[in-house]
T-cell receptor, first 111, second 113 residues
Framework: GENVEQHPSTLSVQEGDSAVIKCTYSDSASNYFPWYKQELGKRPQLIIDIRSNVGEKKDQRIAVTLNKTAKHFSLHITETQPEDSAVYFCAASQSFQKLVFGTGTRLLVSP | DVKVTQSSRYLVKRTGEKVFLECVQDMDHENMFWYRQDPGLGLRLIYFSYDVKMKEKGDIPEGYSVSREKKERFSLILESASTNQTSMYLC????????????FGSGTQLSVL
């Protein structure tokens, strides 16, 4: 089955810096790669996703890149703000199959 | 907005008790899921359901069962609670393909003493 590894487990940045979180997946048949953000005490929420027919997707300050050959995808947050502090989870799935999540990255943005 | 409601935010039970965690969604979603969240382990899938009365094992089904008698409701059952089942339990639902966008409930923090 699919296995998703996520790094780093914790990431501390200064406000305004960029943050990058990386994930690798094992199943080459996976074709859907979402990212979820979980603020302290709240439920995870989808922030961006990408499909295997696209190499990059942007939404304001966040972007996701996908390298199918290397089987890895990354979340990029630019101009970080304190409200970006949260735990971020990557995930992967193939059509009609369940999502498999990474172990999470705790991002701390210091003012 | 999709609303996924879990019946309890905090729950304390004794070892050996039978525990029911309830989840209700209001968007007529076909797919419902139960995850447990533990520090450093991420979100691990316990069971999921594609339709009423259907269920599929996830990655860690041992010690759990589920029930889906109505489309909007998905229950997680701990037949005999053990201390290693102390965890945050998250319910989620989605429409369309099972791996598509998940809407999560706010979670139930279960402590088994």
């Amino acid at each position: 089955g699919e296995n998703v590894e996520q790094h780093p487990s914790t990431l501390s940045v200064q406000e305004g810096d960029s943050a990058v979180i990386k994930c690798t997946y094992s199943d080459s048949a996976s074709n859907y790669f979402p990212w979820y953000k979980q603020e302290l005490g709240k439920r995870p929420q989808l922030i961006i996703d990408i499909r295997s027919n696209v190499g990059e997707k942007k939404d304001q300050r966040i972007a996701v890149t996908l390298n199918k050959t290397a089987k890895h995808f990354s979340l990029h947050i630019t101009e970080t703000q304190p409200e970006d502090s949260a735990v971020y989870f990557c995930a992967a799935s193939q059509s009609f199959q369940k999502l498999v999540f990474g172990t999470g990255t705790r991002l701390l943005v210091s003012p | 907005d999709v609303k996924v409601t879990q019946s309890s935010r905090y729950l304390v039970k004794r070892t050996g008790e039978k525990v029911f965690l309830e989840c209700v969604q209001d968007m007529d979603h076909e797919n419902m899921f139960w995850y447990r969240q533990d520090p450093g382990l991420g979100l691990r899938l316990i069971y999921f359901s594609y339709d009423v009365k259907m269920k599929e094992k996830g990655d860690i089904p041992e010690g759990y069962s589920v029930s889906r008698e109505k489309k909007e409701r998905f229950s997680l059952i701990l037949e005999s609670a053990s201390t290693n089942q102390t965890s945050m339990y998250l319910c989620a639902s989605s429409s369309g393909e099972p791996g598509e966008k998940l809407f999560f409930g706010s979670g139930t923090q279960l402590s088994v003493l």
